[in-house]
């Protein structure tokens, strides 16, 4: 039972440790995602409205008693007077036929408005997962190449120690050894904090997981900025606009509907005293849409003026979308310039420093401090690229999730 445990135990703290990979975030942030399942209930809600949009109003009954005399011979009586009856009528109220079309018209704008803000909203789920994602995957790498640098630091102390005692190095150079050391560990804590902070926020999006890790491979995401500078109107911020200008145009429809009018019928029973013989009513009624200069006109030019303001709207926002747009793609051409010549150039020239460096440090022609110098300088280079790494692959994942396929 004691191996039993033991092995369980083990592949338990295996499986938790497992790294998680990017689709696998953006796949568990979509099924854990509280305002995803809010707009989902809210595009739901509105497809079955749908249906009734357009519908007849609900019939009316209406019961009550008719020429019931209170005065006279024939006071109080329900059988003396041929005009008294007990009557039981079915109304029904009939829009015009523009107005519930209109009505339907908005309820599918409505409906596709929704869908627009889900797949909105999905959108922003994805890219702010792959952020996340992003974040604590070069948290880690950073707190890796630390890792190496405090590995090269132990074997300088074990050299240094090794000169020390021979009497090849000085013993202020122990002392700065020591000091580096100390730098060292607060640069480790403050790397170990940053990849805690991303976890946090990675671990937002997915869901309580006992342990994440991103040290699987980053996502290779291609864009193609001309399909997407030319798609522009697909943006997610731009999505809702067409259905949006879609209601409005059939709230208006329905305003210009009511310049003729809606109608009704009615048809009513009369049960009266046997002796003169029961009656039936029909009725209709027709709605006069008169004064329309006060009454649908200014209705109507109110609902047009909400077009303008939307189609306004609209265009203020594809003009900051397209200027944002810009921006985010002249940043990621300048980092993947940047990243290029740290890779092709800084980082060989770091690395070559150090070597020199240090071997000039064990010929005894450059002290301690020139080589950790070096050191440092060669590991910010490092850092460095890293962190445009980070820059460019983010910059790809906020363009690559603005635009709804």
């Known amino acids: 039972m004691a191996v039993l445990a033991t092995v369980f135990l083990t592949v338990v703290g295996t499986v938790r440790a497992a790294p998680i990979s990017f689709e696998q975030a953006l796949l568990l942030a979509e099924q854990h995602s509280a305002a995803l399942t809010a707009r989902q209930a809210a595009a739901d809600g509105a497809q079955q409205a749908r249906t009734a949009a357009g519908q007849l109003p609900n019939p009316k009954l209406a019961v009550g008693v008719e020429n019931f005399p209170v005065s006279g011979p024939e006071r109080f009586s329900w059988n003396r007077d041929s005009m008294t009856m007990r009557r039981v009528g079915l109304m029904q109220d009939v829009p015009n036929a523009a107005r519930r079309a209109a009505q339907r018209e908005a309820a599918d704008a409505k409906t596709a408005r929704e869908r627009a803000m889900l797949e909105s909203e999905r959108l922003a789920v994805r890219r702010e997962a ?48 020591r000091q580096e050391t100390l730098e060292l560990a607060d640069r480790r804590d403050e790397l170990q904090a940053a990849v805690e902070q991303a976890r946090a926020q990675l671990r937002r999006w997915t869901g309580e997981q006992p342990e994440l890790s991103a040290q699987a491979e980053p996502p290779a995401l291609r864009l193609d900025l001309a399909r997407l500078l030319d798609n522009l109107d697909r943006h997610a911020d731009l999505l809702a606009f067409a259905p949006m200008l879609a209601m409005a145009r059939a709230d208006v429809e329905e305003a210009a509907a009511m310049r003729r009018g809606d109608w009704g019928w009615e048809v009513a029973y009369g049960n009266r005293p046997r002796a003169f013989g029961d009656m039936v009513s029909v009725q209709l009624s027709f709605e006069l849409p008169v004064s329309r200069a006060t009454r649908q006109e200014p209705v109507v030019a109110s609902r047009q003026k909400e077009v303008e303001r939307l189609q306004a709207e609209r265009e203020d926002a594809l003009r900051r979308v397209r200027a944002e747009v810009d921006a985010l793609v002249a940043e990621l051409q300048r980092a993947e310039r940047v990243l290029h010549r740290l890779q092709a150039a800084a980082l ?54 603005l635009i709804a396929e």
């Open 348 to 401: 060989p020239l770091a690395k070559d420093r150090v070597q020199v460096t240090l071997a000039s440090y064990q010929a005894g022609r450059a002290d301690l401090g020139t080589v950790l110098t070096a050191r440092r300088s060669a590991a910010d280079v490092q850092l460095r690229a890293l962190d445009l790494q980070a820059q460019v692959l983010a910059q790809q994942a906020r363009l690559a999730y």
């Open 130 to 177: 792959a952020l996340a994602w992003l974040g604590l995957h070069f948290a880690q790498r950073r707190l890796a190449v630390f890792a190496a640098l405090e590995q090269e630091d132990r074997l300088l102390q074990d050299a240094l120690a090794s000169r020390l005692a021979s009497g090849g190095a000085m013993p202020a150079d122990a002392l700065m050894a």
